[in-house]
């Protein structure tokens, strides 16, 4: 294949809602490029964009597909993502290495959520951005009101390059108003007939070109003078503005295709070989603010991975884009961020799950390598000269779904937690965690259907059966008020015995507090405990009652009870322990009968102490439209939400609360159902906060109730 230079090279995303028609516009494309001769549909399963078993079972996208043609001269790297809203760490992962993103919108459909969502990535991400209104052959197509939608949401720089002349199922017609010609496409393909604006077109056709010309015009001051002067602009002037409105999104371009009848895919690659952002647009920071790496030929060899991916028969295959100087096959390097060295022997571009050879890659391009030893999505792969440099990582949006999992037999464990980790390695928006705290292995995502994807490879692929539970809520427990307890440990047993006896008071820790004032404190030491809160420990010991040395261990014991809190088992935190007396024997006195004693007077003040269990509160922001207020604030009011605040945010309205994460169990699915999907959420925790009583009881009962079960 030959090799492009960094101002032959244009990375595109096609990004929208759910089966808008992108795979099969990524199809069309590569049909009008050249780069395959048939083209395949959803229907027969045969796209080069959705060729995965899990894409083909479910007739969608699931995962980012890296494609390229040629157009114009100019090599076209083409990235279709998946609509799916809980797919949307593809997205993202997309939409960090293109410059431009194709936003397809559904004719019929109009602006739905996932147009809503593609723009909301598009726009937080600073990608410039195309719309591409798709479907036009639909039956129920409607254009105008499709494009009105867009322009009432996103402004009037949502400006025509094209419009059809008609649409429906007899859509073959665009006027095109950067040429100022009428398109009459073939169905299915071929010869596109070019001819001048009929007549009765032609003022509609002037209008639109006028508004075009204005937006373009707005593209640099030196455009807009000369629009001043001469009303118009030239086609070469056109085409800058447009140019340089679309790389600082100042303008978005809407145009007009059926992608199913292969109806203005060329006439896009071509205005993408001509218009669209070089990969110079979109450079990329080093992770320490140093270097801007901005697909410069001059700069040292630079990659970064964002997309690796484990395919039967091949491996991991890594998906890059190299973002200075040019990388040749065999080339020696060190990914950075790993501090091991990596061997390119073989330079790929693919197309789909076809891969070609090559042996250069210039800046600004996407390419692909196997075999290589240990690389993941975010790593940043240079020249053994520049050990040092690291490119920013992607950052994803923060989850919003989770889910403890468990296999049904426990054989299948080690296998289920390496596949899990393989899926997080290749999707890091899908998180693998197992937590001590809750002894459960728990998946998170970005919404019930990214993790069922774990869900359909453990059913058809790997015939692993596994359950999915509600994870537990990280509890915590603490007392309200003071309490005193003492504890004796004795034993006697042939020779020597164990002997040890602690006297102790305890109290809630909060700032500042102070001694009880019969106590006198000798010495402090303070731990931040692991899981949040303090455990102060003061020893008061007079007169020597309890060596010294005794005293780690009866911290030991302390610890041990913390860790295992006295009412649910849960982690006890912000704790003040005085030890303020005991007894100690000469021989029998060592550190285990020290650890007891301690164990067992915490406890037991630990239960006068009036303990309360806490749960932790998040700080969640719900963004929904305002007809919609309504339903979310009564279902978020029966979740013990304290709202906090509503405000307008954009087109949509936020409501701030604070919620329980105990009543936060698949808020994605509810507010998905209550908003048909408009919804949106972000939560992140903030502080823990004691159950009101009746929960807390319902929790004792629960865990006495397991506790018994455990027993049994
Ligand atoms: N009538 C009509 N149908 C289309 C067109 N483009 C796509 N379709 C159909 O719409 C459905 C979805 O098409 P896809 O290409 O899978 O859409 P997508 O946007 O990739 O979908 P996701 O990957 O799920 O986000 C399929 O049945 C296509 O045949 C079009 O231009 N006109
Ligand atoms: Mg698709």
């Known amino acids: 294949m030959k090799i492009y230079q960094s101002d032959q090279i244009k990375n595109i995303a096609l990004v929208g809602g759910a089966k808008s028609g992108k795979t099969t516009l990524a199809e069309a494309m590569l049909f009008e490029g050249g780069s395959i001769k048939r083209r395949g549909s959803i229907e027969e399963k045969n796209t080069v964009s959705d060729y995965r078993d899990i894409e083909l079972d479910k007739e969608n996208s699931v995962v980012t597909t890296v494609m390229h043609t040629v157009y114009g001269g100019k090599k076209i790297n083409i990235i279709d993502t998946p609509g799916t809203a809980s797919y949307v760490g593809e997205v993202v992962t997309a939409l960090?290495?293109?410059?431009?993103?194709?936003?397809?919108?559904?004719?019929?459909?109009?602006?739905?959520?996932?147009?809503?969502?593609?723009?909301?990535?598009?726009?937080?991400?600073?990608?410039?951005?195309?719309?591409?209104?798709?479907?036009?052959?639909?039956?129920?197509?409607?254009?105008?009101?499709?494009?009105?939608?867009?322009?009432?949401?996103?402004?009037?720089?949502?400006?025509?390059?094209?419009?059809?002349?008609?649409?429906?199922?007899?859509?073959?017609?665009?006027?095109?108003?950067?040429?100022?010609?009428?398109?009459?496409?073939?169905?299915?393909?071929?010869?596109?007939?070019?001819?001048?604006?009929?007549?009765?077109?032609?003022?509609?056709?002037?209008?639109?070109?006028?508004?075009?010309?204005?937006?373009?015009?707005?593209?640099?001051?030196?455009?807009?003078?000369?629009?001043?002067?001469?009303?118009?602009?030239?086609?070469?002037?056109?085409?800058?503005?447009?140019?340089?409105?679309?790389?600082?999104?100042?303008?978005?371009?809407?145009?007009?295709?059926?992608?199913?009848?292969?109806?203005?895919?060329?006439?896009?690659?071509?205005?993408i070989a001509l218009s669209a952002p070089r990969p110079a647009r979109s450079p990329r920071m080093t992770k320490d603010g140093t270097k801007e790496y901005n697909s410069n030929r001059e700069d040292n060899p630079t990659l970064f991975v964002f997309k690796t991916e484990i395919e039967p028969h091949v491996g991991e295959v890594a998906y890059f884009r190299v973002y200075g100087g040019e990388i040749t096959e065999g080339m020696d390097m060190i990914n950075t961020c790993k501090g091991s060295k990596e061997r390119l022997s073989?330079?790929?571009?693919?197309?789909?799950?076809?891969?070609?050879?090559v042996t250069k890659l210039m800046a600004g391009d996407i390419g692909a390598a196997i075999k290589l030893k240990s690389v993941h999505s975010s790593d940043t792969l240079s020249d053994p000269d520049h050990k040092d440099i690291k490119l920013e990582r992607i950052v994803y949006p923060p989850h919003k779904y989770s889910v403890a999992i468990k296999a049904k037999n426990s054989t299948d464990d080690e296998k289920m937690g390496l596949l899990l980790h393989e899926m997080h390695n290749s999707d890091p928006s899908f998180g693998v965690n197992y937590s001590r705290e809750l002894k459960q292995l728990i998946l998170t995502g970005m919404g019930e259907q990214h993790i069922n994807i774990a869900k359909w490879f453990f059913d058809n692929i790997h015939k692993i059966e596994f359950d999915f539970i509600t994870p537990k809520i990280p509890y915590r427990e603490t007392i309200t008020k003071s309490a005193k307890a003492n504890y004796k440990h004795k034993k006697q047993s042939g020779g020597s015995g164990q002997f040890g006896e602690v006297y102790m008071?305890?109290?809630?820790?909060?700032?500042?507090?102070?001694?009880?004032?019969?106590?006198?404190?000798?010495?402090?030491?303070?731990?931040?405990?692991?899981?949040?809160?303090?455990?102060?420990?003061?020893?008061?010991?007079?007169?020597?009652?309890?060596?010294?040395?005794?005293?780690?261990?009866?911290?030991?014991?302390?610890?041990?009870?913390?860790?295992?809190?006295?009412?649910?088992?849960?982690?006890?935190r912000d704790i003040v322990v005085y030890i303020y007396d005991g007894k100690m024997h000469a021989v029998d006195s060592n550190e285990i009968s020290f650890k007891l004693a301690g164990r067992h007077a915490f406890s037991t003040a630990f239960k006068n102490a009036k303990p309360k269990i806490m749960e932790p509160i998040y700080d969640v922001e719900v963004f929904v439209p305002e007809e919609m207020m309504g339903s979310v604030m009564t279902d978020l009011q029966g979740r013990r939400a304290i709202i906090m605040g509503m405000g307008a945010e954009g087109h949509y309205q936020k409501i701030s609360a604070k919620v329980p994460l105990a009543e936060m169990d698949r808020y994605s699915t509810s507010l998905s159902s209550l908003t048909s999907g408009r919804g949106n959420f972000i939560m992140s925790y903030d502080e823990y906060k004691a159950v009101p009583s009746d929960v807390q009881k319902e929790l004792l009962k629960k865990y006495e109730e397991e506790e018994a079960k455990n027993e049994d």
């Not at 010991?541 to 809190?565: C, H, Q, S, T, Y």
Request: proline residues 3%; negative net charge.
């Open 96 to 271: 960090n290495v293109v410059d431009t993103a194709l936003l397809v919108v559904d004719a019929h459909e109009g602006l739905n959520v996932g147009v809503e969502l593609a723009w909301r990535n598009t726009s937080r991400l600073n990608v410039p951005t195309v719309f591409v209104i798709n479907q036009i052959d639909h039956e129920k197509a409607k254009f105008d009101e499709t494009l009105t939608q867009l322009q009432n949401a996103y402004g009037d720089k949502v400006t025509l390059a094209q419009y059809p002349v008609n649409q429906g199922t007899e859509f073959d017609t665009v006027i095109d108003l950067v040429y100022m010609k009428q398109i009459k496409y073939q169905k299915g393909g071929g010869d596109a007939e070019i001819t001048d604006i009929p007549d009765s077109e032609k003022e509609k056709a002037e209008e639109l070109q006028k508004l075009l010309i204005e937006a373009a015009a707005e593209g640099s001051e030196e455009l807009m003078e000369i629009y001043f002067e001469n009303d118009t602009l030239t086609i070469e002037q056109l085409r800058e503005g447009i140019r340089l409105g679309i790389a600082h999104r100042k303008y978005f371009p809407v145009f007009i295709t059926s992608a199913k009848e292969c109806i203005g895919a060329g006439r896009i690659l071509e205005f």
């Open 346 to 357: 073989q330079l790929l571009v693919s197309n789909g799950k076809t891969r070609d050879k």
């Open 505 to 572: 008071l305890i109290q809630p820790y909060t700032e500042g507090y102070s001694h009880p004032s019969d106590l006198n404190v000798r010495k402090t030491e303070e731990y931040n405990l692991e899981w949040g809160g303090k455990l102060m420990l003061h020893n008061c010991i007079v007169g020597g009652a309890i060596d010294a040395r005794f005293i780690p261990a009866i911290l030991k014991g302390i610890n041990e009870r913390m860790e295992e809190g006295p009412l649910t088992g849960s982690y006890a």
